[in-house]
């Protein structure tokens, strides 16, 4: 960076400075239509300007409409051959490669300044938009992410370690590479953004591992991100007179990606709290506890409970096979120096949740590991309930697998139909609800989850 860079504050361009700090403001509250007219009414009103701060005045309306764009996700789930003018992959790309190659011809005309400019201001100019070229690759690829992500919806399970790797590789990538203190807001919600995306997928996958402690971190990380970034909004309240000279103000509507994590922070919260409902009703009683987990949407344990009361249940679990899990230590948190012996036998099988008693059936659940054991196959497939009557025991015994390491049984006594579409569609609706993968056809606007 040359001296007169380094020198920035005492450059002779507090106009054109002004007018890029407020316009990267509008776009850091997500005014992304208010931020566009901006630009383009100072590129009508400054048309006797130098012709490189046309350009970028130009190349910033068009980086407003791209961020419209990106935040609203219109772009995913396009079909090649559809309506759309670009195909599914090439929508959103098209938009900020073109913006790129603008912002790369601002790049080489502040290097190649005409006699008679302003060097600071070319200056100035040229590495904004070198900078700007940057978030421009790195929005690319967090999109095609988005894409992925929203194609894994379909899928039984989801791989949300590949997704923070790839979210990890991006930030590497282009940490530090627009930096400049005019897109400070821009980077501010680009870093906001990718963490908080960052610290879900990472709490998707340790709650599949039943990790108390790294799940709930991650989760709280997540939401007081979204809290703060949140905070855009009610700064972007647009006050209006009324005809008798009151004043009104109307929030702006959050776009889409935002509403969007908010909604994956929700089921993740209803998954935690369900998983981990020993360790958090020790914080609590139970009253109190009934009322939090019933906030929670969907609400788990309030489901099992009302099927239990409705169909006559006699257990509903859910199962941890903790077997080849050498950090396992049982429910809540463990300080990591702790030393506990690895369980055996039945303790391999901990239930994570067991109702209507709190406690597992004891007399029961060697017939539960013994299913667990002998329909394997079938269980992994995550699509099937297996049903198993014990005429020894009197006992008919329904499970399913929501995902690798834990299998929701449901118990009752006396003989039930394997056909019983009551209790069968109960358990494809938890197992399919706990996989969490449904979420991710919720990226495309107007779609249900």
């Given amino acids: 960076m040359t001296e007169a860079l380094r020198d920035e504050e005492l450059r002779p361009v507090p106009k054109e400075r002004a007018i890029l700090e407020s316009f990267f403001t509008q776009l850091g509250m997500f005014s992304f239509d208010r931020a566009k007219d901006y630009v383009e009414k100072e590129k009508d009103s400054s048309k006797s300007a130098g012709a490189i701060w046309a350009s970028l005045l130009a190349a910033l309306a068009h980086l407003a409409a791209a961020e419209k764009a990106y935040h609203n996700m219109t772009f995913l789930g396009q079909k090649l051959g559809g309506q759309s003018f670009f195909s599914r992959k090439d929508s959103i790309r098209t938009i900020y490669t073109s913006l790129h190659n603008e912002l790369k011809k601002v790049v080489s005309m502040g290097r190649h300044p005409p006699g008679g400019s302003s060097p600071y201001l070319e200056e100035l100019l040229s590495h904004l938009s070198e900078q700007l070229c940057h978030f421009t690759q790195a929005r690319m690829e967090i999109a095609d992410l988005y894409e992925k992500m ?80 949140g905070q855009a909004f009610e700064r972007q309240r647009e006050t209006r007179k009324h005809l008798f000279g009151g004043q009104s103000q109307r929030a702006a509507q959050p776009p889409h990606l935002y509403l969007w994590l908010q909604r994956l922070q929700g089921a993740l919260l209803a998954k935690f709290t369900f998983y981990f409902h020993e360790a958090l009703s020790r914080q609590a009683p139970p009253a109190e506890m009934k009322a939090l987990t019933a906030r929670t949407s969907p609400d788990y344990f309030g489901k099992l409970s ?13 199962v941890f096979d903790n077997r080849g899990s050498e950090s396992f230590q ?120």
């Fill in 150 to 229: 929203h194609s894994l919806s379909s899928q039984k399970t989801v791989n949300s370690e590949e997704l923070v790797s790839t979210l990890e590789s991006i930030m590497q990538k282009y940490s530090s590479r627009f930096h400049h203190p005019i897109l400070s807001r821009l980077e501010g919600s680009f870093q906001v953004e990718v963490d908080v995306l960052t610290q879900l997928l990472r709490c998707q996958a340790q709650i599949s591992e039943w990790h108390f402690l790294p799940s709930l971190l991650n989760l709280h990380g997540a939401h007081s991100k979204l809290q703060a970034w």
């Fill in 306 to 318: 009302a099927f239990i009361r409705k169909h006559d249940a006699s257990n509903v679990s859910l």
């Fill in 330 to 449: 049982g429910h809540g948190y463990h300080h990591p120096h702790s030393y506990r012996d690895a369980p055996k036998g039945m303790d391999q099988f901990p239930a994570v949740v067991s109702l209507p008693g709190g406690e597992r059936p004891l007399t029961h659940w060697p017939n539960v590991i013994m299913i667990m054991s002998d329909r394997a196959a079938e269980l992994n497939s995550l699509d099937k309930v297996m049903h198993f009557y014990d005429d020894k025991v009197q006992s008919t015994y329904f499970l399913s697998r929501p995902e690798p390491h834990f299998t929701l049984v449901v118990i009752f006594d006396g003989r039930k139909s394997e056909k019983d579409s009551h209790v069968v569609a109960f358990l494809q609706e938890i197992s399919t609800s706990l996989r969490n993968s449904k979420p991710f056809s919720t990226l495309k606007p107007g779609s249900k989850g």
